[in-house]
């Protein structure tokens, strides 16, 4: 039986809207609850907030998003330059894909491999790519470190596991380039210690593994990010929806339906759940993709060694509709990937099932386990496949960063530390990256992106499932 999140709240909550749509609805809401996930049902009591905004009040910078980014952001803005950040958040705090995703922390950055890197803008920038995004994965296990963040962290690297023959070839000369080029160790695993040594995946022929991978409970890093804003004087306000940004002399007015915040600067971190009235600047900049994830009941001993899931890391397949799953702290497996392509098709079962399925093919002896837990949530695409940490404007002070393309759980706070810093004025050398000095691509057929979404998925399932 599926089971409802029911976590502790001080004001009266409105309705999960399970049809939410980026593309379509008029924004994410007002004071909506979590979304069903085994997350929000096993995080604890949220920890307190300011509440909502009530009247109009003026502030020195606010943080629009309170997921992974913006409650980064407050904490970096307090912890190095002394600013205390006001974070406004349209629901719960961390209600968008901050409570949703399935809990993979690695070192990656958006969408492209190393090599794509190397291909879009040489060596040298690509190199210092990498250097960029690992000090990233070093700057969120900081945060868990210094905070003392209870986030059930499963530690011990990254299994990408080639579900056919040629993608294992593609990902062992990738594993070398990665080690050749980059210095970062990973190694091929061969299919028979694969299925000795970490987990018996019936699809596998083999896979690459990466050091750096952290598994964690994605509400309870959440919390722990809000916990660590507020005690560093961050003020925090959920159901406050920012209806429209709008300049103002040398600052920015944000309505919101009970008042006004007028701000010096404005970070905007609202991933996929970007709503298309917050800014022009941001129409038409990503694609928000659904992304589905189950959680079974806990496995038995005989189920733990049926299929040799004896590793607790985390892993992905290489399908492009790639499976991301892994063995839970209480023993349950979490398994996600794409889906549907709009809101209204969401609760369609079918979408369920192609999880349910995938399951079953990976490790066959599950067939029939009680799923307990189904959700969805919306990722925030690039149209260029990689995020952007971005002042649109050098003239103004509204910066966002967005775009992740579902590898944003640890590289978020990277992310909201650039973003601090280019809010407190402070200038290194690492922002002259592409990242950081070009905006998110605009799509020049951007109204038709969902007519091509389909035929693409119909491509890429084709193709992830021949044979060879």
């Not at 492209?112 to 190397?118: A, F, G, P, T, Y």
């Not at 000795?196 to 896979?207: I, K, N, P, R, S």
């Not at 103002?248 to 008042?259: A, E, K, M, V």
């Not at 402070?426 to 969902?450: N, V």
Request: charged share 20%; with cysteine; hydrophobic share 35%.
């Amino acid at each position: 039986m599926m089971q409802v999140a029911e976590v502790a709240t001080t004001s009266p909550l409105a309705a999960y809207d399970p049809h939410y749509d980026p593309l379509v609805s008029e924004g994410p809401g007002h004071n909506r609850d979590y979304a069903p996930t085994y997350w929000a049902a096993t995080a604890g009591a949220a920890p307190e907030t300011d509440g909502p905004v009530t009247r109009d009040i003026d502030v020195d910078v606010a943080i629009v998003g309170s997921g992974y980014t913006g409650l980064a952001c407050a904490i970096f803005l307090a912890r190095e330059f002394g600013i205390k950040a006001t974070v406004l958040e349209a629901n719960r705090v961390a209600w968008g894909c901050s409570t949703r995703n399935g809990g993979q922390a690695q070192n990656a950055a958006g969408r492209l491999s190393r090599s794509q890197w190397i291909a879009r803008w040489g060596r040298d920038v690509a190199l210092r790519m990498h250097a960029e995004v690992e000090e990233g994965f070093e700057t969120f296990e900081e945060l868990i470190r210094s905070g003392s963040i209870e986030c059930d962290p499963q530690r011990g690297g990254h299994l990408y596991i080639a579900h056919r023959q040629r993608n294992f070839e593609k990902i062992v000369a990738e594993s070398k380039i990665q080690n050749e080029i980059f210095g970062y160790r990973t190694r091929t695993v061969p299919a028979e210690e694969l299925r000795c040594e970490f987990v018996d995946d019936a699809e596998a022929v083999g896979a690459v593994h990466e050091p750096l991978g952290t598994g964690v409970h994605p509400a309870k890093l959440a919390f722990g990010y809000l916990r660590m804003a507020r005690a560093l004087g961050a003020r925090v306000h959920p159901g406050t929806p920012v209806l429209k940004i709008q300049q103002r002399g040398n600052g920015y007015d944000l309505r919101t339906p009970s008042g006004t915040v007028r701000a010096r600067a404005v970070g905007i971190a609202t991933g996929a759940y970007t709503a298309a009235s917050l800014t022009p600047l941001l129409r038409g900049r990503q694609m928000p993709i659904l992304s589905n994830s189950i959680v079974t009941r806990p496995l038995t001993s005989d189920e733990i060694e049926s299929t040799r899931f004896r590793t607790t890391q985390v892993i992905t397949d290489t399908r492009t509709l790639r499976f991301y799953y892994r063995r839970l702290p209480d023993n349950r497996v979490q398994i996600g990937s794409r889906s549907a392509i709009t809101g209204a098709d969401a609760t369609h079962e079918r979408h369920l099932q192609l999880l349910i399925d995938g399951l079953h093919r990976k490790f066959p002896s599950l067939r029939g386990i009680d799923i307990d837990y189904s959700w969805w949530g919306w990722v925030d695409v690039s149209h260029d496949m990689m995020p952007r940490i971005f002042r649109p404007d050098p003239q103004q002070q509204l910066f966002y960063a967005l775009g992740y393309g579902g590898n944003g759980v640890s590289y978020s706070a990277q992310a909201g530390r650039r973003m601090a810093e280019m809010i407190a004025g402070k200038t290194l050398k690492a922002h002259d990256l592409p990242i950081f000095t070009s905006p998110l691509p605009t799509h020049p057929l951007a109204p038709f992106r969902r007519m091509g979404q389909r035929m693409l998925y119909r491509w890429y399932y084709m193709r992830d499932e021949a044979a060879g």
